[in-house]
């Protein structure tokens, strides 16, 4: 390596780190309010996981439905989110993220219509489906765009505002719940599950004040329009001429060198193969990751555990409808309070000490919890002792969910794939990590059943025993980095450390 060269690399080294330490100084108002407006999307999600928790007693009282019905009900719109999920990344490559922000609002929305007007059950479960496709969307979509907008700095921080309105959808629905338990059981659950238009209303207007993700448009070879984009998003000018190379040299090597200007035409054609097929090396590693995180995100149980709490307090001893929406309250102020913790220092200490710390908390939360639900199944008094003990529990266990696996989940999955396999193989994780907790919401009760709620804890502590093994072992840190230099931690390492001996080698 001549002296030029090493001078060239050393002057790109070093406007690149400008470009990051310019970052760390502040955010950017407007990439705040995109992440903000797209994030808005998995309010939908969570209210639907609160305020069904509580409508569920209700429905199951006015219209006289079996337990198995109480679990298809809730866990139909989970199996149905993953189609949603499935389509969502093949979607936004061909109609770019915005609009499919605006299809997820907008199927939600018709289906939060049919639960709260639906006279019968099968036309209530039907509203479900129909809700569970717009949620898989939104659950794709929202952490994709915010994460394609983004500077390295700051994504972890933006990234993790979807699981912010998640569990802001979640503490809503249990304010709901605690609010309309008092009117009449046919009017009640209806106003719960109805209510949901009325954020999905809003999401469709705001989104018409976000630009489209400049990474799509780079894609399309509209790099004109995308230029324009990340001068909105960055601090500078030069900033945003220097993402926009290096977008465009990630898009060149994804696309081949016609990608600027010539790929007006792409549609995602070939990802499925590449990603199923006939992946590399590095994509498998990718695959693995993306599909591990989300695959333990549901097999924890948190999604069951809000759905079913009322009744796992219920077995527990507390009858009455409004302490236990109260309890619901209280898990939910804990899930807020946590979960805005690990979004605003989650670009400090990096994905991978927050969610090893969240997993590990999570495992001795669930073993604490069961150990003290079996010590209510055989005690006869229920000692109020031991249900707070249950309660404090179940509020840890939730709590370590937020601080890891719930907002870095998305933050991994959208952030680790290239450029051209980004939407659906992040689609393709969420699929995973919908079907999961479908199973688990239609299975937690029936399970339950034959092993106690006690034992199920357990096992969801075995279950996070081995997560924690898991994230030690396969998912590299991604703090700080750019988009385009994350893929360079799945490539082989042993070539990896070829080249770095060939260098030391020309270097001596």
Aim: charged share 15%; hydrophobic share 50%.
């Amino acid at each position: 390596m001549d002296a030029n060269e090493m001078e060239s690399q050393q002057q790109k080294a070093a406007g690149e780190d400008d470009f990051r330490h310019t970052s760390t100084a502040g955010l950017n108002k407007f990439t705040l309010l995109c992440a903000l407006l797209a994030s808005t999307n998995s309010i939908l999600l969570g209210y639907d996981i609160g305020v069904m928790s509580g409508a569920v007693l209700f429905i199951k009282e006015n219209l006289k439905i079996t337990s198995v019905q109480v679990e298809i009900l809730v866990g139909s719109l989970n199996v149905l989110s993953l189609v949603g999920s499935l389509a969502s990344g093949k979607t936004s490559d061909y109609i770019g993220r915005r609009y499919t922000i605006v299809l997820a609002a907008a199927t939600f929305l018709v289906g939060a219509l049919l639960m709260g007007f639906a006279p019968s059950f099968p036309l209530l479960l039907a509203g479900r489906i129909v809700a569970g496709i717009g949620v898989g969307y939104s659950l794709m979509i929202a952490p994709l765009y915010t994460a394609e907008i983004s500077p390295a700095m700051k994504r972890g921080f933006l990234t993790s505002l979807p699981e912010v309105f998640i569990v802001s959808g979640i503490l809503l629905g249990y304010i709901v719940n605690f609010s309309l338990s008092g009117l009449p059981q046919n009017i009640n659950w209806r106003l719960m599950l109805g209510l949901a238009a009325v954020p999905a209303i809003a999401i469709g207007i705001g989104v018409t004040a976000m630009p489209e993700s400049p990474r799509w448009l780079v894609m399309k070879g509209r790099t004109d329009e995308a230029k324009r984009v990340l001068i909105k998003v960055s601090d500078t000018v030069q900033e945003a001429e220097f993402r926009l190379s290096e977008i465009m040299k990630a898009a060149a090597m994804d696309l081949g060198e016609a990608t600027s200007s010539n790929h007006s035409d792409w549609r995602g054609q070939g990802v499925w193969k590449e990603l199923l097929l006939n992946p590399s090396k590095p994509v498998c590693r990718i695959i693995i990751a993306a599909i591990g995180i989300n695959f333990f995100m549901q097999a924890s149980g948190n999604d069951a555990v809000i759905y079913y709490c009322p009744e796992v307090f219920k077995d527990a001893g507390i009858q009455d409808k409004r302490q236990l929406f109260g309890v619901n309250v209280i898990m939910g102020v804990a899930k807020a309070t946590f979960v805005l913790i690990s979004a605003v220092y989650l670009d400090r200490f990096g994905r991978r000490p927050l969610l090893l710390l969240g997993s590990i908390g999570m495992a001795v939360s669930l073993a604490v919890l069961g150990m003290g639900s079996k010590f209510l199944q055989h005690s006869e008094t229920k000692p109020l002792w031991a249900i707070i003990v249950c309660i404090i529990a179940v509020c840890a266990d939730v709590s370590f969910f937020s601080i890891g696996l719930g907002p870095i989940a998305w933050v991994y999955s959208s952030e680790i794939f290239p450029l051209r396999l980004r939407a659906q193989g992040t689609g393709l994780a969420i699929s995973v990590n919908r079907l999961v907790s479908g199973v688990m919401s239609m299975t937690f009760l029936t399970i339950s059943e034959k092993i106690t709620f006690g034992g199920m804890f357990f096992v969801l502590s075995g279950i996070m025993v081995v997560a924690t093994l898991f994230f030690f072992y396969f998912l590299p840190e991604t703090k700080n980095k750019s988009l385009e230099e994350v893929w360079a931690l799945f490539e082989d390492k042993d070539r990896t450390g070829d080249d770095k001996r060939g260098m030391q080698m020309r270097e001596m």
